[in-house]
């Protein structure tokens, strides 16, 4: 049997396709996700996203070196801030594309000394390719150019 060129590279996005689905599925069997560039400000995606996830069980570690309290938790400067003994499964991230390598960075960092970090979620707007296989390469899994609240709300509809 021949297999063209065509239909390789269906079989490869469709591949591609479950593998990402089930890492969606993990990311949404977190307990504990950390957002890099929380919002104080209600509209904003970087609050209101965070805010949904809280309001549906998750618990949000806020990260805004602006802000005290977000969601009536402590926010924290950085990632490197938040303290070893909270487990992090997620780490969502509302920051600029050009400040993914340095993010990745500290991810890493974290996942090196506590071990905690599974999965790094870009939201919607957010992808780079180089930083995320250095992820991927350090055994932390990538989703990118997604958003959290819609695929949870798309879980949810799935389940009803």
Known sequence: MRVYRSQMKIQSMTTK?????????????ATTIAVIGCSTTPGKPAHDVPAYLHRHGYDIIPINPFAEQILETTAYDSLSTVPDDYTIDVVNVFRPTEEVPDIVESVIERYTRVGD???LWLQRGI???????QATDAGIDVVQDRCLKVAHETRLEADS
């Open 17 to 29: 396709e479950n593998s990402t689905n089930r890492l969606i599925e993990r990311a949404l069997t």
């Open 117 to 119: 970090v599974e999965i």
């Open 127 to 133: 992808a780079h390719d180089t930083a995320a296989s």
